[in-house]
């Protein structure tokens, strides 16, 4: 008995301090907008224009967005589970790419392209094509679905590989027809897959601030998230404005997850079984299958890609595509130690570090503490929800919500205005990707190794450095490359939180499009993008290493 | 018991490494804070040509021994920022885009009065009486057009209702813009809406911060701004973009951006030496390289061709009282929302 409250006193702590952290904010937000202001005014405020536009929009983002992502996935599923395609490995890889880069290059990307004098009109300039219909919120939809489909082909990726065929094949033996096998035997088995897939695309949109502030700027389109940057940053301010919205992004969020959590504990069908998929080898299914990939990943991957390379070619702006235009002027500008590029270079990779060390450390200690026999049922439970409820806030509501506590119910500890506060807010809001991949770790880890390791071995830090850390080493690695990636390319976060006299590659580039050199900016932008790759690449080699090293 | 022991000692090292990076945070706050308490360090929030503004504080650094350290953003974005940290202050010294906003920050008695050496030989039109706002330099509005689209160069304001510039006209966003909030406001005051109106029926579209309009014309996508700041176009001009710029006949609003000292300053002597900085020899020369108009200039004039700016006469008080009631009219009439 003794022994187990050794246990639960530094876990209760732990979490104590973690519910401060992560929670705290979120109730001072809340509090400040319940008790701010008058009830009357807070209901007028509720139904102003500004607001109510803004939630319509969001609404239509994250639900175009669905629809968008899932005409995408579904048949790009298909083909990667059932035709030749899918012994292509790295097609895989290549699918997963326009997730890695920030959405608001891509988007950057889209209207440097598209726009009236832009690229195309530049390299077809007798074409008759008018994209007037792209700049719209369609356009806005299909830049969103481009960018989160590896997330959603991912999952449905998956549920189709595990789809136990027999089941469809004993249904047409049976004589079933098509359409009664579509509802009452697939559409069934998919319906949670593309459930959990729907929530996912529609938390991450409604949270979405880069792709709304730089392309849904050009048409007009205000979501909640860049009302709230708005009303906080730009003259006339209006502070309550931004809270009450950063409420409604945060309610609309929490719900989501909470659908999201209960499709979790669903009972899971139970697909494992040793068959492969049956696999289309038509010529024309193949033929049609690498066309329609082909054109995805054009869209997903060739425009915002050609675009931005072009524009950071640039000499001048105004005279377009000519060889004696084209310069590297800007990227030898990076390389000066002294440019601010290189400066934002610097300190986004430094920070990233940091926060993924401590994302790391921190993302560890709740998963054992979460997976251990030791501690009793409600602290692991009540753990778990905190190391996954990050998840569920937008980046903006979770700045937001820093900020308020920050300047002024935790005013004293002159926190606010210091880096402090940037790197909480970071490493919270990446802490459940570390969470869940360490999590699954450590379920799947092998007792067996430990007990052997006991008898053989006395020393327990060997039996760390040598069995615990090596095994858990791929989950290691891989959570540190996430956050570390996504880390670096956060935008609001840097935009609302970072002290005076610092920039990052995201406030950098987003700067650029709004005030300075837009060549320089995409500059960076391409350094980054080839930086995260390079370092990506690097650290699946030295794994897959290690890997066969193991065996 | 051996399972016990290492996940102790992972929670050990974990605990460690966590305490060591929550220290390391705040020892990093600490020193922060404690740097600015010394007199030797001050913290300057900068709208603006932020290459000029890195210049100014490189200099200065240079010449005084005193750190600074800057945050450049534009006008609207370091008021709110200031609005944040009401509770503690991080500003000594703040450069801002928009006299309206300079006035207001006065008539709320947050500035620190200050008889800076050189104020005597600033522009009457920059002076302020109460020494509490420093335009240590100024920008004027205009119209920029894309030359190839724009084939007869616009000389004023009317020039663009014509259908000539049907859905081509963009005009930078107030609520971003420092100069574009001046203007909009002394623009109604002196000659009411009814041009925004006839701009709004010749497809005219807010846009976003000056240097996204501007960027528009520069690529074509819009064929002119209206009321796009000049030291901007000029510069992009002088770059070889093929734009030109048009200081409307009729008059426009030159508008001084104003340097001006905190009252919450902890380091007022360095912030003194600041603005006496900026007013000095060094500093006015390289305003106008940067194509601004230098606050001690004799004449405005255009950095072209020296021809003499029409500018239209303002009192900042007055305007700071309008500035609400126009900039809610100007929304009304081209905003989206």
């Known amino acids: ?551 | 018991m051996k399972n016990k022991k290492i996940v102790l000692t992972i929670s050990a090292i974990a605990i460690l490494s966590l305490g060591g990076a929550i220290y390391a945070a705040n020892h990093h706050g600490k020193a922060a804070t404690n740097d600015k308490t010394s007199t030797q360090s001050l913290t300057v929030y900068a709208a603006g040509p932020k290459k000029l503004s890195d210049k100014i504080v490189k200099g200065f650094e240079k010449d005084s021994g005193i750190k600074v350290k800057t945050f450049d953003g534009t006008t609207g974005k370091i008021l709110s920022k200031l609005k944040a940290e009401e509770s503690n202050p991080q500003a000594d010294v703040l450069i801002l885009a928009s006299m309206a906003a300079g006035v207001d920050l006065q008539s709320h008695k947050k500035l620190l009065t200050y008889d800076a050496k050189n104020s005597t030989k600033l522009n009457t039109q920059f002076k302020d009486n109460q020494h509490q706002l420093f335009n240590y330099s100024a920008s004027a509005v205009g119209i920029t057009y894309n030359t190839q689209e724009v084939k007869t160069p616009p000389t004023d304001w009317s020039d663009l209702t014509d259908e000539r510039y049907k859905n081509g006209l963009t005009i930078p966003d107030p609520k971003t813009s420092g100069s574009s909030l001046d203007f909009v406001n002394v623009y109604q005051m002196q000659h009411g809406q009814s041009y925004f109106k006839q701009l709004k029926q010749n497809g005219a579209e807010i846009g976003g911060a000056n240097k996204e309009v501007l960027d528009a014309v520069v690529t074509g996508q819009k064929k002119a701004v209206v009321g796009g700041v000049d030291y901007m176009s000029i510069a992009a001009i002088k770059k070889g973009e093929k734009i030109g710029f048009a200081y409307p006949k009729s008059g426009t609003l030159v508008n001084p951006r104003p340097a001006m000292i905190l009252k919450s300053t902890k380091h007022a002597t360095a912030a003194k030496k600041f603005i006496d900085y900026l007013l000095s020899d060094t500093v006015q020369k390289q305003i106008k390289q940067s194509y601004l108009i230098p606050g001690t200039t004799d004449k405005l004039t255009n950095p072209l061709n020296d021809q003499v700016i029409k500018s239209y006469t303002v009192n900042w008080h007055d305007a700071n009282q309008a500035l609400e009631a126009n900039i809610k009219k100007f929304n009304q009439v081209l905003g989206h929302d």
Not at chain 1, 133 to 162: C, D, E, K, T, V
Not at chain 1, 182 to 208: D, G, Q
Not at chain 1, 337 to 354: C, K
């Open chain 1, 1 to 551: 008995m003794t022994k187990r409250r050794s246990w639960v006193v530094p876990a209760i702590v732990f979490a104590t301090v973690l519910t401060l952290i992560i929670v705290g904010p979120l109730a001072a937000l809340l509090s400040s907008t319940l008790f701010g202001s008058h009830l009357v005014e807070l209901g007028h405020r509720l139904t102003t224009p500004a607001i109510l536009t803004s939630l319509r929009h969001s609404l239509t983002l994250g639900v175009g967005t669905i629809i968008g992502t899932t005409l995408i996935t579904t048949p790009l599923a298909f083909i990667m589970t059932r035709t030749k395609l899918a012994q292509y490995s790295w097609l895989h890889w290549l699918l997963l790419v326009p997730f890695m880069t920030p959405p608001y290059i891509n988007a950057m990307g889209w209207i440097y392209f598209f726009q009236p004098h832009g690229l195309w009109a530049q390299v077809f300039p007798n074409s008759a094509l008018s994209f007037k219909g792209l700049f719209s919120p369609l356009g806005i939809i299909l830049i969103m679905s481009l960018h989160l489909y590896p997330f959603a082909y991912l999952l449905l990726r998956n549920a189709l590989a595990q789809f136990n065929q027999r089941w469809t094949q004993a249904a047409l033996v049976h004589a079933v027809s098509r359409w009664r096998i579509l509802t009452r035997v697939t559409l069934p088995i998919l319906l949670v897959p593309y459930l959990a897939m729907w929530v996912l695309v529609f938390t991450k949109t409604l949270a979405e601030f880069g792709t709304p502030a730089t392309f849904g700027r050009n048409i007009h389109f205000d979501v909640l998230t860049t009302t709230i940057q708005r009303d906080l940053s730009q003259w006339p301010l209006d502070f309550k404005g931004g809270v009450l919205a950063g409420t409604i992004l945060l309610s609309i969020a929490l719900c989501a997850w909470v659908v999201q959590q209960t499709l979790l504990k669903q009972p899971k069908i139970q697909m494992t079984h040793n068959q492969h998929s049956v696999i289309n080898r038509h010529w024309h299914v193949t033929l049609a299958a690498g066309l329609a990939i082909t054109v995805l990943l054009l869209a997903a991957i060739g425009i915002p890609a050609v675009s931005i390379v072009f524009q950071s070619l640039l000499k001048q702006r105004s005279a377009g595509l000519t060889s004696s235009n084209l310069t590297l002027e800007h990227y030898l500008a990076l390389l000066r130690f002294d440019s601010p590029a290189f400066q934002a270079l610097i300190n986004t990779f430094g920070m990233a570090i940091v926060i993924s060390f401590a994302n790391l450390v921190i993302g560890t200690l709740i998963s054992v503490a979460s997976t251990t026999k030791r501690l009793p049922r409600w602290l692991r439970k009540c753990l778990h929800l905190l190391g996954s409820l990050p998840l569920a806030i937008p980046n903006v509501v979770l700045a937001l919500s820093l900020m308020i506590f920050f300047s002024q119910l935790f005013a004293f500890t002159k926190l606010y205005g210091t880096i402090s506060v940037l790197l909480i807010a970071d490493v919270v809001l990446f802490l459940p990707t570390t969470v869940q991949y360490m999590t699954t770790a450590f379920q799947e880890f092998n007792d067996n190794y430990l007990n052997s390791a006991r008898i053989f071995e006395t020393s327990s830090s060997r039996i760390i450095f040598k069995i615990v850390v090596p095994i858990l080493m791929p989950a290691l690695v891989n959570s540190f490359a996430m956050s570390f990636i996504a880390t670096s390319r956060e935008l609001v976060v840097a935009l609302l939180l970072l002290p005076s006299g610092m920039t990052t590659i995201s406030s950098f580039i987003y700067q650029s499009f709004e005030q300075g050199e837009a060549s320089q900016g995409m500059a960076l932008a391409v350094m980054t993008v080839l930086i995260t790759f390079a370092s990506l690449s690097l650290s699946n080699q030295w794994l897959d290493k290690q890997l066969k090293l193991s065996h």
